[in-house]
């Protein structure tokens, strides 16, 4: 039987051949036979390079396996098959070691964008910077307040304005301050906070920026929908009995004289009324959750556009284009709530326009860099006062004499469930913008 060709084997081998080397020179010299102690010594020295080959084989192998993790190169592997039983033994080893290494790197890996995800699902922006300035990690909030694809490094914010990122930079922790700035999306004002913390030896800044107006236009929503619901529960608990007395006094018809019929009657449609009034702004607290999918752009705002139109004066003509810069651009939201959005500012642009001879909307659709879709309703008329620009999306207000002022309230907030916002970007005359972003 056959030994098989290990390393212990080969190791005692190598050993015994040195023994003998030494033994038998050490015999040559006392027996004066210098030619074939000369060989020994060779053979002896022969044995030794061996020994220390074998030893630095192994060192290598350890050695080449670090630098490549140590380089984050994970596509080595070595030989199970071609060597020694315990050469083979020893490469199997190192292979799990890596793959080991490999399995709690993907998990890393994982673990950061799970986390990376919640950080960029929340409303707060957040940047993470060293003491050079350098950007860590920055979420899509932040960038959507920066109105910026992308930020590598704090200096590059001086494109909106300088003394954002002064401001920044000079930032200490627990400082807070306020930043105001202008972008495409209009004047933000941040209320900006800091904090610090060690990351790797390393001493980072984490910056925490909330849009101010954001939180008090939201504040303000909440208020109103309490208020709504409110008064429409206790005008609902008054008009509901008076509703039902007078449909019973009213079928109560040899009883009641005529002239009192004729009373009740008017209580009768009157309160009527009132509950139709009550509940259309119940829709404001009503709106159900946004049922999402994806949908082609350019086909919709069409199907937007034939139903705005339905039902215009000839008189006053209006054109409606339509500018998708992609054919392919996909939204994914509510199709009908998004709809109900849409048709509500084409209708208020045609009011706008009903007194304009040349009226003319444009409806502009885009992919912005940093991922969000914006879909602008542009129309030529006279534009808005502040006063109306100011107050626009407060419920029940309205510039119609026979509107109801909740359409750009309910708009508005359809769009918060969606996560996106809707906001007047000018007032201009000749240009009056809404614009709808979808995160």
């Given at each position: 039987?056959?030994?098989?060709?290990?390393?212990?084997y080969?190791?005692?081998?190598?050993?015994?051949?040195?023994?003998?080397?030494?033994?038998t020179?050490?015999?040559?010299?006392?027996?004066?036979?210098?030619?074939?102690?000369?060989?020994?010594l060779?053979?002896?020295i022969?044995?030794?390079v061996?020994?220390?080959?074998?030893?630095?084989?192994?060192?290598?192998?350890l050695t080449?396996?670090?630098?490549?993790?140590?380089?984050?190169?994970?596509?080595?592997?070595?030989?199970?098959?071609?060597?020694?039983?315990?050469?083979?033994?020893?490469?199997?080893?190192?292979?799990?070691?890596k793959?080991?290494?490999?399995?709690?790197?993907?998990e890393?890996i994982?673990?950061e964008?799970?986390?990376?995800?919640?950080?960029?699902?929340?409303?707060?922006?957040?940047?993470?910077?060293?003491?050079?300035?350098?950007v860590?990690?920055?979420?899509?909030?932040?960038?959507?307040?920066?109105?910026?694809?992308?930020?590598t490094?704090?200096?590059?914010?001086?494109?909106?304005?300088?003394?954002?990122?002064?401001?920044?930079?000079?930032?200490?922790?627990?400082?807070?301050?306020?930043?105001?700035?202008s972008?495409?999306?209009?004047?933000?004002?941040?209320?900006?906070?800091a904090?610090?913390m060690?990351?790797?030896?390393?001493?980072l800044r984490?910056?925490?920026?909330?849009?101010?107006h954001?939180?008090?236009?939201?504040?303000?929503?909440?208020?109103?929908?309490?208020?709504?619901?409110?008064?429409?529960?206790?005008?609902m608990?008054?008009?509901?009995?008076?509703t039902?007395?007078?449909?019973?006094?009213?079928?109560?018809k040899?009883?009641?004289?005529?002239?009192?019929?004729?009373?009740?009657?008017?209580?009768r449609?009157?309160?009527?009324g009132?509950?139709?009034?009550?509940?259309?702004?119940?829709?404001?607290?009503?709106?159900?959750?946004?049922?999402?999918?994806?949908?082609y752009?350019r086909?919709?705002?069409?199907?937007?556009r034939?139903l705005?139109?339905?039902?215009?004066?000839?008189?006053?003509?209006?054109s409606i284009?339509?500018?998708?810069?992609?054919?392919?651009?996909?939204l994914?939201?509510?199709?009908?709530?998004?709809g109900?959005v849409?048709?509500?500012?084409?209708?208020?642009?045609l009011?706008?326009?009903?007194?304009?001879?040349?009226?003319?909307?444009?409806?502009?659709?885009?992919e912005e860099?940093?991922?969000?879709?914006?879909?602008?309703?542009v129309?030529n008329?006279?534009?808005?006062?502040?006063?109306?620009?100011?107050?626009?999306?407060?419920p029940?207000?309205?510039t119609?004499?026979?509107?109801?002022?909740?359409?750009?309230?309910l708009?508005?907030?359809?769009?918060?469930?969606?996560?996106?916002?809707?906001?007047?970007?000018?007032?201009?005359?000749?240009?009056?913008?809404?614009?709808?972003?979808?995160?």
């Amino acid at each position: 039987m056959t030994l098989p060709r290990g390393s212990i084997y080969r190791l005692c081998g190598l050993l015994l051949w040195l023994i003998g080397a030494i033994v038998t020179g050490v015999l040559f010299a006392v027996h004066e036979k210098w030619i074939l102690m000369s060989l020994c010594l060779i053979i002896g020295i022969a044995a030794i390079v061996k020994l220390f080959r074998f030893h630095f084989q192994n060192i290598r192998k350890l050695t080449y396996l670090f630098d490549s993790i140590e380089n984050g190169d994970y596509a080595f592997k070595f030989t199970e098959y071609d060597g020694s039983f315990s050469d083979n033994m020893l490469n199997m080893s190192l292979n799990r070691i890596k793959d080991i290494l490999v399995h709690a790197r993907m998990e890393t890996i994982q673990r950061e964008k799970y986390y990376e995800e919640i950080l960029d699902r929340v409303g707060t922006g957040v940047l993470v910077i060293n003491a050079k300035g350098n950007v860590y990690q920055i979420n899509r909030s932040a960038l959507r307040m920066f109105g910026l694809p992308v930020v590598t490094h704090v200096n590059q914010l001086s494109v909106i304005d300088r003394t954002v990122s002064r401001t920044i930079l000079a930032l200490k922790s627990g400082e807070k301050q306020q930043l105001s700035f202008s972008t495409e999306r209009g004047v933000s004002n941040l209320s900006v906070d800091a904090s610090e913390m060690i990351v790797r030896d390393t001493p980072l800044r984490i910056i925490a920026m909330n849009d101010v107006h954001e939180e008090l236009d939201e504040k303000e929503n909440e208020s109103w929908i309490r208020l709504i619901r409110i008064l429409t529960h206790e005008i609902m608990n008054s008009v509901a009995p008076i509703t039902s007395i007078s449909d019973s006094l009213l079928n109560e018809k040899e009883s009641i004289p005529a002239s009192a019929r004729e009373g009740i009657e008017v209580i009768r449609t009157t309160s009527r009324g009132l509950v139709r009034f009550v509940e259309s702004y119940r829709r404001l607290t009503r709106i159900p959750a946004p049922n999402c999918r994806p949908f082609y752009l350019r086909p919709f705002l069409e199907r937007m556009r034939t139903l705005a139109l339905q039902g215009q004066r000839e008189s006053v003509p209006v054109s409606i284009e339509i500018d998708v810069a992609s054919a392919d651009l996909l939204l994914y939201a509510d199709e009908d709530q998004i709809g109900q959005v849409v048709l509500n500012l084409l209708k208020n642009a045609l009011y706008a326009l009903s007194d304009e001879r040349q009226g003319r909307i444009c409806i502009e659709a885009k992919e912005e860099e940093s991922g969000a879709i914006v879909v602008d309703v542009v129309d030529n008329g006279k534009g808005m006062s502040p006063e109306v620009a100011a107050n626009i999306f407060v419920p029940f207000f309205t510039t119609k004499q026979d509107g109801s002022g909740i359409g750009l309230s309910l708009s508005r907030q359809i769009m918060r469930l969606h996560n996106g916002s809707l906001v007047l970007r000018s007032t201009q005359p000749g240009r009056t913008v809404f614009r709808l972003t979808f995160q």
